[in-house]
Nanobody
Framework: QVQLLESGGGLVQAGGSLRLSCVASGDTFSISAMGWIRQAPGKEREFVAGIRWIAGSTVYADSVKGRFTVSRDNAMTTVYLQMDRLVPEDTAVYYC??????????????????WGQGTQVTVSS
């Protein structure tokens, strides 16, 4: 079992930046990929960014491409989401999640089988 703990959320003005962190503990050797998924009030969960844990390759939703960057540390225990040029539409609870099984695509929230508790990001206009 992998435990995930997110941090870094908060309130920021449009155009600002935030960096989210997610620390993984426990059975981290079982991680195939990690992703950031967000959920705005009244909306379904939406994939934001993903990273393959060993290879380090990344994928982004079109809505955040060029503004957000996902990365992991060399110890392979922490994943980050650097969010720049934030807009009010980015307001949501952001979850980090892990996938223990290799899948061709990382963009569906259904491929992730372990989730953190989420951190709130609010972007004011």
């Amino acid at each position: 079992q992998v435990q995930l703990l997110e941090s870094g959320g908060g309130l920021v003005q449009a155009g600002g930046s935030l960096r989210l962190s997610c620390v993984a503990s426990g059975d981290t050797f079982s991680i195939s990929a990690m992703g950031w998924i967000r959920q705005a009030p009244g909306k379904e969960r939406e994939f934001v960014a993903g990273i393959r844990w060993i290879a380090g390759s990344t994928v982004y939703a079109d809505s955040v491409k060029g503004r957000f960057t996902v990365s992991r540390d060399n110890a392979m225990t922490t994943v980050y989401l650097q969010m720049d040029r934030l807009v009010p539409e980015d307001t949501a609870v952001y979850y980090c999640a892990t996938s223990s099984i290799w899948t061709r695509s990382l963009v569906s929230p259904s491929v992730y089988d372990n989730w953190g508790q989420g951190t709130q990001v609010t972007v004011s206009s």
